[in-house]
Protein backbone atom coordinates (compact mmCIF):
# COMPACT_ATOMS: atom_id res chain seq x y z
CA UNK A 1 0.00 0.00 0.00
CA UNK A 2 1.04 3.37 -0.83
CA UNK A 3 -0.50 6.36 1.27
CA UNK A 4 -3.69 3.36 2.07
CA UNK A 5 -4.31 2.79 -1.65
CA UNK A 6 -3.47 -0.46 -2.67
CA UNK A 7 -0.53 -1.64 -5.11
CA UNK A 8 1.23 -4.24 -6.76
CA UNK A 9 4.45 -2.32 -7.09
CA UNK A 10 6.79 -1.76 -3.88
CA UNK A 11 8.84 1.93 -4.38
CA UNK A 12 12.72 1.21 -5.07
CA UNK A 13 14.83 2.92 -2.25
CA UNK A 14 15.34 6.02 -4.62
CA UNK A 15 11.77 6.46 -4.51
CA UNK A 16 10.73 9.39 -2.51
CA UNK A 17 8.63 7.18 0.00
CA UNK A 18 9.21 5.76 3.81
CA UNK A 19 8.51 2.76 5.23
CA UNK A 20 5.49 2.55 7.51
CA UNK A 21 4.63 -0.51 8.56
CA UNK A 22 3.84 -4.57 7.43
CA UNK A 23 1.61 -7.09 8.74
CA UNK A 24 1.06 -10.48 7.96
CA UNK A 25 -1.75 -13.33 8.23
CA UNK A 26 -1.33 -16.58 9.99
CA UNK A 27 0.91 -14.86 12.86
CA UNK A 28 4.05 -14.50 10.69
CA UNK A 29 6.26 -11.92 11.97
CA UNK A 30 7.67 -9.76 9.33
CA UNK A 31 10.69 -6.27 10.08
CA UNK A 32 11.56 -4.22 7.11
CA UNK A 33 15.13 -3.56 6.85
CA UNK A 34 15.28 0.39 5.26
CA UNK A 35 18.86 0.09 5.08
CA UNK A 36 18.56 -3.05 2.46
CA UNK A 37 15.51 -2.32 1.55
CA UNK A 38 14.38 -5.90 2.84
CA UNK A 39 11.67 -7.62 4.65
CA UNK A 40 12.42 -10.47 6.51
CA UNK A 41 10.07 -12.96 7.54
CA UNK A 42 10.04 -15.04 10.90
CA UNK A 43 7.96 -17.71 12.32
CA UNK A 44 6.66 -18.80 8.49
CA UNK A 45 4.27 -21.77 9.03
CA UNK A 46 2.09 -22.00 6.56
CA UNK A 47 2.24 -21.40 2.68
CA UNK A 48 -0.11 -18.80 1.05
CA UNK A 49 0.93 -16.50 3.90
CA UNK A 50 0.46 -12.90 2.66
CA UNK A 51 2.26 -9.88 3.90
CA UNK A 52 0.93 -6.37 3.28
CA UNK A 53 3.59 -3.34 2.85
CA UNK A 54 2.47 0.16 4.00
CA UNK A 55 4.67 3.11 2.38
CA UNK A 56 4.16 6.74 2.86
CA UNK A 57 5.36 9.35 0.16
CA UNK A 58 7.58 12.55 0.49
CA UNK A 59 5.44 15.19 2.41
CA UNK A 60 3.93 16.67 5.79
CA UNK A 61 2.59 13.42 6.81
CA UNK A 62 5.29 11.61 6.41
CA UNK A 63 7.43 14.09 8.18
CA UNK A 64 5.42 14.18 11.57
CA UNK A 65 5.21 10.17 10.80
CA UNK A 66 8.75 10.16 11.26
CA UNK A 67 9.85 11.96 14.42
CA UNK A 68 6.73 10.62 15.74
CA UNK A 69 4.56 14.10 16.11
CA UNK A 70 1.25 15.18 16.30
CA UNK A 71 1.94 18.62 14.66
CA UNK A 72 -1.34 19.41 12.12
CA UNK A 73 0.63 22.22 10.00
CA UNK A 74 4.01 23.37 9.78
CA UNK A 75 3.46 26.76 12.15
CA UNK A 76 2.34 23.90 14.73
CA UNK A 77 4.93 21.63 14.12
CA UNK A 78 7.79 24.70 14.15
CA UNK A 79 6.36 25.93 17.31
CA UNK A 80 7.72 22.75 19.47
CA UNK A 81 11.58 22.43 19.88
CA UNK A 82 11.43 18.90 20.36
CA UNK A 83 9.91 18.19 16.76
CA UNK A 84 12.92 20.35 15.85
CA UNK A 85 15.69 18.26 17.67
CA UNK A 86 13.51 14.89 16.14
CA UNK A 87 14.08 16.09 12.35
CA UNK A 88 17.76 17.72 12.42
CA UNK A 89 18.82 14.25 13.82
CA UNK A 90 16.69 11.95 12.13
CA UNK A 91 17.70 11.03 8.48
CA UNK A 92 14.55 10.46 6.75
CA UNK A 93 13.03 13.56 8.45
CA UNK A 94 16.01 15.74 6.65
CA UNK A 95 16.13 13.63 3.12
CA UNK A 96 12.10 14.39 3.22
CA UNK A 97 12.28 18.26 3.87
CA UNK A 98 15.58 18.43 0.79
CA UNK A 99 13.44 16.59 -1.38
CA UNK A 100 9.90 18.24 -1.03
CA UNK A 101 10.38 21.95 -2.38
CA UNK A 102 6.52 22.90 -1.37
CA UNK A 103 7.52 21.91 2.33
CA UNK A 104 10.71 23.34 2.62
CA UNK A 105 9.83 26.81 1.46
CA UNK A 106 7.16 26.37 3.89
CA UNK A 107 9.53 25.70 6.94
CA UNK A 108 11.77 28.95 5.36
CA UNK A 109 9.13 31.01 5.21
CA UNK A 110 7.71 30.23 8.55
CA UNK A 111 7.55 32.64 11.23
CA UNK A 112 9.06 30.36 13.57
CA UNK A 113 11.98 29.98 11.43
CA UNK A 114 14.52 31.96 13.62
CA UNK A 115 18.26 32.16 13.14
CA UNK A 116 18.35 29.96 16.30
CA UNK A 117 16.31 26.97 14.59
CA UNK A 118 18.24 27.72 11.05
CA UNK A 119 21.17 26.81 12.92
CA UNK A 120 19.98 23.23 14.20
CA UNK A 121 19.29 22.74 10.42
CA UNK A 122 23.16 24.02 9.74
CA UNK A 123 24.51 21.83 12.58
CA UNK A 124 22.48 18.44 11.39
CA UNK A 125 24.76 15.99 10.35
CA UNK A 126 22.65 13.53 8.92
CA UNK A 127 23.06 14.53 5.56
CA UNK A 128 26.32 15.82 3.45
CA UNK A 129 26.76 19.61 3.59
CA UNK A 130 26.81 19.32 -0.60
CA UNK A 131 22.70 17.45 -0.18
CA UNK A 132 22.02 20.68 2.27
CA UNK A 133 23.27 23.30 0.04
CA UNK A 134 21.90 21.40 -3.20
CA UNK A 135 18.39 21.45 -0.95
CA UNK A 136 18.65 24.67 -0.03
CA UNK A 137 19.47 24.31 3.36
CA UNK A 138 21.63 25.69 5.94
CA UNK A 139 24.90 24.49 5.52
CA UNK A 140 28.58 24.96 5.72
CA UNK A 141 31.00 26.07 2.20
CA UNK A 142 34.15 25.57 4.31
CA UNK A 143 35.09 23.80 7.21
CA UNK A 144 38.58 23.49 9.10
CA UNK A 145 40.63 22.75 6.01
CA UNK A 146 37.97 21.44 4.18
CA UNK A 147 36.22 22.75 1.38
CA UNK A 148 32.55 21.24 1.97
CA UNK A 149 30.45 22.38 -1.29
CA UNK A 150 32.05 22.30 -5.06
CA UNK A 151 35.93 23.54 -4.36
CA UNK A 152 34.44 26.61 -2.67
CA UNK A 153 37.38 27.95 -2.19
CA UNK A 154 39.64 27.63 -5.05
CA UNK A 155 40.38 30.88 -6.87
CA UNK A 156 43.37 33.96 -6.10
CA UNK A 157 43.63 36.85 -7.06
CA UNK A 158 46.40 39.31 -6.34
CA UNK A 159 46.89 43.03 -5.82
CA UNK A 160 50.23 45.39 -5.85
CA UNK A 161 53.02 44.14 -4.04
CA UNK A 162 52.28 40.83 -2.62
CA UNK A 163 55.22 39.79 -1.27
CA UNK A 164 54.66 36.35 0.39
CA UNK A 165 52.77 33.40 0.32
CA UNK A 166 49.50 32.76 -2.07
CA UNK A 167 46.28 31.25 -0.36
CA UNK A 168 46.18 27.82 0.35
CA UNK A 169 44.73 25.00 2.20
CA UNK A 170 46.74 23.59 4.96
CA UNK A 171 46.94 20.83 7.59
CA UNK A 172 43.94 18.85 8.14
CA UNK A 173 40.40 19.20 10.04
CA UNK A 174 41.69 17.54 13.52
CA UNK A 175 44.17 20.44 13.64
CA UNK A 176 42.13 22.98 13.71
CA UNK A 177 43.39 23.95 9.96
CA UNK A 178 42.38 26.98 7.76
CA UNK A 179 42.18 28.63 4.37
CA UNK A 180 45.07 31.15 4.75
CA UNK A 181 45.88 34.34 2.93
CA UNK A 182 48.65 36.37 3.22
CA UNK A 183 49.75 40.26 2.32
CA UNK A 184 53.07 42.10 2.99
CA UNK A 185 54.13 45.81 2.70
CA UNK A 186 52.02 48.65 2.11
CA UNK A 187 49.16 48.59 0.48
CA UNK A 188 49.24 45.22 -0.41
CA UNK A 189 46.41 42.99 -0.52
CA UNK A 190 45.25 39.35 -1.80
CA UNK A 191 41.62 38.47 -2.80
CA UNK A 192 40.27 35.22 -2.97
CA UNK A 193 37.35 34.62 -5.07
CA UNK A 194 34.30 31.58 -4.52
CA UNK A 195 35.03 29.18 -6.86
CA UNK A 196 31.35 28.65 -7.23
CA UNK A 197 28.10 30.94 -7.37
CA UNK A 198 25.94 30.99 -4.69
CA UNK A 199 22.06 30.86 -4.83
CA UNK A 200 20.97 34.31 -2.49
CA UNK A 201 17.54 33.83 -2.60
CA UNK A 202 17.31 30.95 -0.70
CA UNK A 203 19.86 32.09 2.06
CA UNK A 204 19.62 35.21 4.56
CA UNK A 205 22.57 35.19 6.05
CA UNK A 206 26.37 34.67 5.51
CA UNK A 207 28.59 33.84 8.46
CA UNK A 208 32.11 33.23 8.71
CA UNK A 209 34.60 32.87 11.43
CA UNK A 210 38.58 33.77 11.25
CA UNK A 211 41.23 35.50 12.54
CA UNK A 212 42.90 38.58 11.35
CA UNK A 213 46.29 39.09 12.70
CA UNK A 214 49.88 41.02 11.82
CA UNK A 215 52.23 41.83 14.53
CA UNK A 216 50.31 44.76 15.63
CA UNK A 217 47.25 43.33 16.74
CA UNK A 218 45.09 40.46 16.36
CA UNK A 219 41.07 39.81 16.46
CA UNK A 220 38.88 36.07 16.12
CA UNK A 221 35.65 36.21 15.76
CA UNK A 222 32.58 35.55 13.87
CA UNK A 223 31.13 38.55 11.49
CA UNK A 224 27.71 37.82 9.77
CA UNK A 225 26.39 38.47 6.43
CA UNK A 226 22.68 39.62 5.53
CA UNK A 227 21.85 39.00 1.85
CA UNK A 228 19.70 42.31 1.33
CA UNK A 229 17.04 42.35 -1.53
CA UNK A 230 17.63 43.58 -4.52
CA UNK A 231 20.99 45.14 -3.14
CA UNK A 232 24.08 44.77 -5.80
CA UNK A 233 26.97 44.67 -3.22
CA UNK A 234 27.07 43.99 0.49
CA UNK A 235 30.07 43.89 2.54
CA UNK A 236 31.41 43.75 5.98
CA UNK A 237 34.78 44.63 7.63
CA UNK A 238 36.34 42.71 10.80
CA UNK A 239 37.99 45.22 11.92
CA UNK A 240 36.89 47.97 13.68
CA UNK A 241 38.02 50.88 16.00
CA UNK A 242 36.85 49.16 18.86
CA UNK A 243 38.74 45.93 18.08
CA UNK A 244 42.06 47.45 16.72
CA UNK A 245 44.69 49.72 17.95
CA UNK A 246 45.61 52.81 15.84
CA UNK A 247 49.23 51.16 14.56
CA UNK A 248 46.64 48.55 13.00
CA UNK A 249 43.70 50.14 12.07
CA UNK A 250 44.03 50.41 8.13
CA UNK A 251 44.67 46.52 8.50
CA UNK A 252 41.09 45.19 7.58
CA UNK A 253 39.05 42.28 6.31
CA UNK A 254 36.49 42.85 4.06
CA UNK A 255 34.42 40.01 2.40
CA UNK A 256 31.67 41.25 -0.10
CA UNK A 257 28.79 39.41 -2.27
CA UNK A 258 28.26 40.72 -5.80
CA UNK A 259 24.86 39.79 -6.61
CA UNK A 260 23.74 39.29 -10.02
CA UNK A 261 20.20 38.01 -10.56
CA UNK A 262 20.17 36.19 -7.34
CA UNK A 263 23.52 34.16 -8.05
CA UNK A 264 27.05 35.95 -6.59
CA UNK A 265 30.12 35.19 -5.76
CA UNK A 266 31.81 35.83 -2.39
CA UNK A 267 34.83 37.74 -2.47
CA UNK A 268 37.52 37.93 0.93
CA UNK A 269 40.08 40.54 0.81
CA UNK A 270 42.80 40.81 2.99
CA UNK A 271 44.97 43.72 3.26
CA UNK A 272 47.96 45.61 4.53
CA UNK A 273 46.87 48.93 5.33
CA UNK A 274 50.42 50.76 4.74
CA UNK A 275 51.64 51.13 8.56
CA UNK A 276 55.27 51.09 9.21
CA UNK A 277 54.55 48.64 12.26
CA UNK A 278 53.03 45.99 10.16
CA UNK A 279 54.85 43.85 8.07
CA UNK A 280 52.53 40.80 7.04
CA UNK A 281 48.56 41.06 7.67
CA UNK A 282 47.24 36.83 7.88
CA UNK A 283 43.73 36.01 7.70
CA UNK A 284 43.19 32.63 8.69
CA UNK A 285 38.90 31.40 7.95
CA UNK A 286 38.07 28.72 9.74
CA UNK A 287 34.16 28.75 8.69
CA UNK A 288 31.71 29.40 6.47
CA UNK A 289 28.19 28.86 6.55
CA UNK A 290 25.40 30.38 5.06
CA UNK A 291 21.93 29.84 6.43
Same mark, same amino acid.
Given at each position: ?????? /???? +????? +?????? $? /?????????? !???????? *???????? /???????????????????????? !? $????????????? %????????? %??????????? %??????????????????????????? !???? +?????????? *?????????????????????????????? #?????? #??? !?????????????????????????? #???????????????????? *?????????????? #?????????? %????????????????????? $??? $??????? *????
Amino acid at each position: MIDEKN /TTKI +PTKQD +PYIFKS $V /TCDHEAEASW !NKDTWSLS *INNLTMSG /TTCTLSFMKYGFESLVFVIQSDAK !N $VEELMSNNTNIEN %IVKNEDAMK %IIASEENLRNE %ILNSEKYTTALAKKFLNSTVLTEEEKY !NAGL +PCYLYKNGKN *IVGGFLSKSYYGNNLAVESPSLTGSKETGS #SYSMYA #SYG !NSYVTAISNKKLNTKNYKYLEMYSNH #SSNASNLTGTNTLGFGENQE *INSFQISNSENYNS #SASNTTLVTN %ISNYNEEAYLKIKTKQGGQSS $VNT $VTTNIYT *IAIY
